[in-house]
């Protein structure tokens, strides 16, 4: 079954520690901080964790038991399980790699941009009128590049010497960052008003269903569900692995980074009173209010804001790597490509694309809500349907490796019905709205 040779991990930690790089990113510490500061803080946070535990760690372990038991990239996995009718949502999953590391890796030129920055002048009081610049136009592009060049490097090297060495260095760097910032922000006079804004609840915010979707859209990209990246993962694993324990770890070690980075952000942003600056727009939070404290706290501000950007590196390119990796390992199984080849031609195509994010910042707030509002929202209801009602027998791929999983049967009972529904439930409201946005650009108005 398996391609002999087919490139492994070295083992559990290995393949731990890249699928924690890969839900790792920025999400946790850009997009989650200001969706909770938006909508009802604490309230948020519970609400996303109800939704980790119940819709996305059983959505995460689909994936595993796909591609681990296909040992396939995404495209084959499914023709594997289900026949010739389900290769289509492998190629919309190679779409949707395209469209998010398009504009995924725009963001992350900016925060190369920003460490350099803290390196080389430090961050000025002007960082805000910068940001114009900083964000859109040729910089913007020549830092994607940047970017987009180390990915397809780490990536074109393989799996264990490149995806996996990487992770293995980098995500330990990145836990004692977080953490040390997050206690170091504790000792911030101010610091207290930033914890009662993000932990106090507001619940009056939460049953709308905007803020329904917001949840499960972030639940979605920050455990890089949707589209197959946790399966082509997965699908490097031998079968002596305890998938479901796996599935809980990868989820845990993502919430908390998110939580704790929102224990970085809001002490360092109300410590400065700028809180009136946060969530005056999505990307104000971190890429205008943070560098302002920073600039604003001189010599200490310039070390602590390169510790933190070079946090948000490091999530974003091991984010990075397993989008690519969908990618090339479908175009190394389908078209029998050399890795090298497939991690340039594919890298290549995806930076080119990323132009459009680059010199236009609508594209990107566009491509972003489309990836998450449709393209991973949508492969997660088609990912619970197959593994709920394709897929033989998927208890006993999760059981192989860990032996009795007592919740085995609860695991198929909410991909069978309550997952899906509670998907389709939010698709109902979420496409209506996406199209109307992409509809406002491709018209031209703001
Ligand atoms: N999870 C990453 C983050 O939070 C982004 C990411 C990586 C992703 N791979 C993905 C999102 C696959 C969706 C699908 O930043």
Known sequence: MAAPGR?????QAGFVLAAVGSAVGLGNMWRFSYLAAENGGAAFVILYVGLTLAVGIPVLLAELAIGRGAQQSPIRALGHFGGPAWKPLGFVFVLAGFVILS?????AGWTLRYAWIAITSGFGADIAERFGDISEGPDAFLFHLGFMALTIAIVGSGVKAGIERASVVLMPALFAIVAGLALWAATLEGAGAGYTYYLSADFSKLWHPAVIKDAAGQAFFSLSLGMGAMLTYASYLERNQNLPNESVVIAGADVAIAFVAGLVVFPLIFALGLSDKVGASTVGALFITLPQAFAEMGGVGRVVGLLFFFALIVGALTSAMSLLEVVVSSAMDGLGWSRARAALVGGGAITALGAFSAFDIRVLDVSDQFANNILLLGGGFALCVFV????????????AGSGEVPWAGIWRLLLRFIVPVFLGYVLYFSVPDTLRAIAGLVAGSP
């Open 103 to 107: 504009y995924y890796g725009v963001i």
């Open 388 to 399: 709920g009602w394709v897929m033989p027998d998927p208890e006993s791929e999760i059981r």
């Open 7 to 11: 490139e492994r991990w070295s083992g």
